[in-house]
């Protein structure tokens, strides 16, 4: 079992930037990969960000590469999503999810979900 709460979201306005923390229960942390999901009002929830469970790979949605940076810190029990340029478009709530495995932008391949976090950015 692996229990997931996430934090840092808030309100920032656009250009700006916020660091969004996973931080997950269990021993074998660093055997899951780890993912960033988000969902807008209205909207269905879309893949953001996957790492590996080394941090040696890493898969970005087109709508965040370059602006998004996903990274781990295993000794932590710890993932980190770096927002930078924000846009208003980014406004959703943000949701971790862990997977035995390989990493993957399909969420229904990931067992276990934090609460979620608000992002809300304003123009």
């Known amino acids: 079992q692996v229990q997931l709460v996430e934090s840092g979201g808030g309100l920032v306005q656009a250009g700006g930037s916020l660091r969004l923390s996973c931080a997950a229960s269990?021993?074998?942390?660093?055997?899951?990969?780890m993912a960033w999901f988000r969902q807008a009002p209205g909207k269905e929830r879309e893949f953001v960000a996957a790492?590996?469970?080394?941090?040696?790979?890493?898969l970005y949605a087109e709508s965040v590469k370059g602006r998004f940076t996903i990274s781990r810190d295993n000794a932590k029990n710890t993932v980190y999503l770096q927002m930078n340029s924000l846009k208003p478009e980014d406004t959703a709530v943000y949701y971790c999810?862990?997977?035995?495995?390989?990493?993957?932008?399909?969420?229904?391949?990931?067992?276990?979900w934090g609460q979620g976090t608000q992002v809300t950015v304003s123009s």
């Open positions: 790492i590996s469970w080394s941090g040696g790979s890493t």
């Open positions: 999810a862990a997977r035995y495995g390989y990493r993957s932008s399909k969420d229904v391949e990931y067992d276990y």
């Open positions: 269990g021993r074998t942390f660093s055997s899951y990969a």
